[in-house]
């Protein structure tokens, strides 16, 4: 379904993961995050390499599921017994994600969990994804949340973690959100629609910068870690816990 949430006046009210976005959420996400599908990709092709009998993966804010899906589907034909576990605090979402599981990928499962990603248990994760959610959580829990996923991720293990990046510098933050503006505009958001957007996300999702999030990475323990992608204002990290 396509996204026109903010075509009307009543959309600029404070940002939820709710039924109505649920419904138009993959449209949103391919409109919105710069080279949607090549993150989709390259968090596949690095989390197939840590994969072994026996792994858990979890995905944190797995919203509509489409990179659980899209994983299944690409570690499936190698037969490797692994559990996925997404994590997701909106139940409209997780419903979403579940109606989408049309196929079986035995010896691979897949569980879906409705709760907060702070307090849910994680248990043993081989590689912990967190793609364009660490960006909702609380700017002050922040350093205390990737430090405890460092606590928990098994040695060896990989945390894979996107964002959008607020930059220090003002000539640097003016330019690089008026590109973002500009993709989405040619992709087919109108000035109103971004406006209300922009309103409807103040204080819910707060960027931090570049360096902020490796610093965030470097003070958990991860002494291995570096950008897998950047376009402007938006990156993905990758973290490697060193083995035992």
Same mark, same amino acid.
């Given at each position: 379904?396509?996204? &026109?949430?903010?075509?009307?006046?009543?959309?600029?009210?404070?940002?939820?993961?709710?039924?109505?976005?649920?419904?138009?959420?993959?449209?949103?996400?391919?409109?919105?995050?710069?080279?949607?599908?090549?993150?989709?990709?390259?968090?596949? &092709?690095?989390?197939?390499?840590?994969?072994?009998?026996?792994?858990?993966?979890?995905?944190?804010?797995?919203?509509?599921?489409?990179?659980?899906?899209?994983?299944?589907?690409?570690?499936?034909?190698?037969?490797?017994?692994?559990?996925? /576990?997404?994590?997701?605090?909106?139940?409209?979402?997780?419903?979403?994600?579940?109606?989408?599981? @049309?196929?079986?990928?035995?010896?691979?499962?897949? %569980?879906?969990?409705?709760?907060?990603?702070?307090?849910?248990?994680?248990?043993?994760?081989?590689?912990?994804?967190?793609?364009?959610?660490?960006?909702?959580?609380?700017? %002050?829990?922040?350093?205390?949340?990737?430090?405890?996923?460092?606590?928990?991720?098994?040695?060896?293990?990989?945390?894979?973690?996107? &964002?959008?990046?607020?930059?220090?510098?003002?000539?640097?933050?003016?330019?690089?959100? &008026?590109?973002? %503006?500009?993709?989405?505009?040619?992709?087919?958001?109108?000035?109103?629609?971004?406006?209300?957007?922009?309103?409807?996300?103040?204080?819910?999702?707060?960027?931090?910068?570049? %360096?902020? @999030?490796?610093?965030?990475?470097?003070?958990?323990?991860?002494?291995?870690?570096?950008?897998?992608? /950047?376009?402007? @204002?938006?990156?993905?990290?990758?973290?490697? /816990?060193?083995?035992?």
């Amino acid at each position: 379904m396509r996204d &026109e949430l903010f075509k009307h006046p009543e959309s600029s009210k404070k940002f939820e993961f709710n039924e109505a976005v649920a419904n138009v959420f993959e449209d949103m996400l391919s409109r919105s995050i710069p080279f949607y599908q090549e993150v989709l990709r390259l968090t596949g &092709e690095l989390t197939l390499k840590f994969c072994h009998p026996g792994s858990v993966i979890y995905d944190l804010g797995c919203s509509t599921g489409t990179l659980i899906h899209y994983l299944a589907d690409l570690i499936a034909p190698f037969r490797i017994p692994v559990t996925i /576990k997404g994590i997701d605090s909106s139940q409209a979402m997780l419903d979403k994600a579940r109606s989408q599981s @049309n196929s079986s990928h035995e010896p691979l499962a897949i %569980e879906w969990i409705c709760g907060d990603i702070q307090t849910t248990p994680i248990l043993k994760p081989t590689v912990i994804i967190l793609n364009y959610t660490l960006q909702f959580v609380s700017p %002050e829990t922040r350093q205390a949340f990737v430090t405890k996923l460092h606590a928990e991720l098994e040695p060896g293990g990989l945390l894979i973690m996107s &964002e959008k990046l607020r930059s220090d510098q003002l000539v640097v933050r003016e330019l690089e959100t &008026e590109c973002y %503006e500009s993709l989405k505009r040619r992709h087919g958001y109108s000035e109103i629609e971004i406006s209300r957007k922009r309103q409807a996300l103040e204080n819910v999702l707060v960027s931090f910068s570049l %360096e902020d @999030n490796l610093s965030l990475l470097r003070n958990a323990g991860f002494e291995s870690s570096g950008i897998a992608f /950047k376009w402007h @204002n938006f990156a993905t990290f990758w973290a490697v /816990k060193d083995p035992m």
